[in-house]
């Protein structure tokens, strides 16, 4: 799933270490999961958004696609 947590952090001026301690994980994770190599678990996800001040579906993209559930 691509996301948007690298540039949310860097506009905060908060590090992937800063960033994984404020959500109980490692620099590593967050790296993983910048890079799109790993996705979060949904509480991860929701910590991740809830300590960048910014809403999940702004930063989880869905390949760059907006879904309609009506088509």
Known sequence: MKNEIKKYREQKNISQGKLADLCNVSRQTINAIENNKYDPSLQL??????NL???MDRLFLNGGVETNEYS
């Open 53 to 55: 001040g910014v809403t």
């Open 45 to 50: 996800a929701f910590d991740i958004a809830r």
